[in-house]
């Protein structure tokens, strides 16, 4: 019976993971529901939607990049990827793949619901607080209400996450934010987590960006943006 909690899917073929994690989420008052691979999984977000997935990357039929790319061509429901080796973090969150947030294991599960609960806040209420807003920097546009960002009027595709990024950055233009602030307020940490998760963000976001990046690394301390240089015109 639905008593109205967010429902978490949790995608793990280790029955033992599987069985430990559904606990914590439950004993936290979330609904659970499992899948045991990846096209279990995949039958059960067509089925119904849930509100998070927890999907584990090595999975024995289809793995964890592959499902999460499968579902990210409908759904951007939330998906924290759960990883064993470090090496894949920059794929797992990368727009090739979309996931929200990722764990290495082993992890704490209190962290791991920690995790859960973050994602879950800020997902809706960012979305709609940031309606019809838009910053110009620039050649660069970003949109909050269409969640899209332009360079010289051309659409350049962000990952939810770096998007948030980019917007938390420009957003407090003439300001130096921590990674841990950036945590705090892109990713809804309240405590210090994984700053790393920072650093990849930026690096995709100046790879897709190219010069009309305004990210600028403060050495010790954390990441601003530049001055806006004159906007120039289209060919
Ligand atoms: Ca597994």
Request: charged share 30%; proline share 5%.
């Amino acid at each position: 019976m639905s008593s109205g909690s967010p429902e978490i899917l949790v995608v793990e073929d280790e029955a033992s993971i599987a069985s430990f994690v559904s606990l914590y989420l439950k004993n936290a008052g979330f609904e659970v529901r499992t899948a045991e691979n990846g096209t279990d999984a995949l039958t059960a977000v067509q089925t119904r939607e849930p509100s998070l997935i927890i999907l584990d990357l090595m999975l024995p039929d289809l793995d964890g990049l592959e499902v999460c790319r499968r579902i990210r061509q409908n759904s951007d429901v939330p998906i924290l990827m759960l990883t064993a080796r470090d090496e894949d973090v920059d794929k797992i969150i990368g727009l090739e793949v979309g996931a929200d947030d990722y764990m290495t294991k082993p992890f704490n599960p209190r962290e791991l619901v920690a995790r859960v609960k973050s994602i879950l806040r800020r997902v809706a209420p960012e979305r709609r607080e940031a309606q019809g807003e838009r910053i110009v920097h620039g050649d660069l546009v970003i949109d909050a209400g269409r969640r899209e960002v332009t360079v010289k009027g051309v659409e350049v595709q962000l990952a939810p996450k770096e998007f948030e990024l980019l917007w938390e950055l420009l957003d407090h233009r003439g300001l130096v934010l921590t990674r841990d602030q950036l945590l705090e307020r892109v990713w809804g940490y309240t405590f210090a987590g994984d700053t790393r998760t920072v650093d990849v963000h930026v690096r995709q976001v100046r790879r897709k960006l190219g010069e009309a990046a305004p990210i600028v690394t403060v050495w010790g301390v954390g990441y601003k943006v530049s001055p806006a240089r004159e906007a120039t015109t289209a060919p």
